[in-house]
């Protein structure tokens, strides 16, 4: 198997001097570390080959490997967010994610071939918006806005569109400008608490952010608690403690540009990983020609165009439109809630 830089585990004395989370002891961060890396060795593409072999798999192999690449495809999450935690570069972090999000869609193709095999054919998502599931799905897309592979988010939206699940308000809003949608984003989340707080912000005027954003950190803590990372730090369930941190905060500040100023330096919010986000960000505005390769310039209603060319809103049918760059955008109105126009060209 191919070593893996992201699984190199920390040396105890590197971990107390590094760690973001005061929380993380080396006992826990040495668990979960064993436990990902055996996964990794033993789930490899390989031995899932060597598994089913070169005939037709029967349902219970393709069960089997299914489920071992689930396990690893949710470990490469963990892996990801305990990393952080105990101090890694974010830029180690960011090598890692192409590697993560294929790893779902591997399992994708083999939770497919297992479904269909039982008769049971795109029936489920292979990234639910449901109860522990959500968490992943809210960890995925942050991470891909904040790692600087916002261009990859469409591979991540194809994992829980398979199925044809119901839409969730908040992921919705964060994918409008960098994938085209026909729906309009829902006012509900399939997680309620936290994630239904964020929506406000929004269709917030870009002033009144910060405010809400503030507010926000300060309720996630307790408004987590049906979430499956709320008080895993105490004793008895300190083996699933991976760190307290609100990604998807950070992931809104740098999607809608809003000033953290008055919150970054709260506990449970990712600060390193929102000034990375920000700078991969300008790089990209900053590099026409990187748009080319998949990166779409977005602009939020009320905003300077920031440069010249044709837009759409996925808020509005047929809203091509040519626009100079200084012009202010527009809103469109209806039920969309807030308008985001994306870059199509010269």
Known sequence: MP?????????EKTLLETRRSVLLSYPVYLRHMQE???????????????????GSADE???????????????????????????????????????????????????????????????????MPLAEDWYWNAIRMLSFGLLL????????LVSLWDFGGQALDGLLERCVAGLV????????????????FKLLKVFSAAPENRPALMAQYMDDWYE???????????????????????????????????????????H????????????????????????????????????QPCPRDGEWETPAQANSRRRFKQGEVMPSVGGDYGQTIWQWVGD
């Open 3 to 11: 070593t893996i830089e992201l699984a190199r585990q920390l040396p």
């Open 36 to 54: 990902y890396v055996d996964c990794f060795e033993v789930v490899s593409d390989e031995n899932v080959r060597a598994r089913l072999g070169t």
């Open 60 to 126: 219970d192999d393709l069960h089997a490997v299914a489920s071992a690449l689930e396990q690893r495809a949710w470990y490469g999450v963990n892996l990801m967010h305990l990393q952080f935690s105990a101090g890694c570069s974010v830029a180690r972090i960011a090598d890692f994610y192409l590697t993560s999000i294929g790893w779902w869609e591997t399992y994708g193709q083999y939770h497919d071939q297992y479904l269909t095999a039982a008769g049971r054919p795109g029936e489920v998502a292979h």
């Open 148 to 155: 600087g592979h916002s261009a990859e988010v469409s591979r």
């Open 180 to 195: 085209y949608r026909t729906d309009p984003p829902p006012d509900e989340c399939r997680n309620h608490l936290p994630y």
């Open 223 to 265: 408004a987590s608690r049906r979430e499956p990372y709320y008080r895993s730090h105490t004793k008895g369930r300190d083996h699933n403690f991976l760190g307290y941190w609100s990604f998807e905060a950070a992931a809104v500040s740098v999607l809608l540009d809003i000033d953290d100023s008055s919150y970054r330096d």
């Open 267 to 302: 506990e449970f919010y990712p600060k390193d990983m929102a000034d990375f986000g920000r700078a991969s960000m300008r790089e990209k505005v900053a590099d026409a020609g990187d748009l080319g390769a998949g990166i779409r310039l977005r602009c939020e209603a009320g």
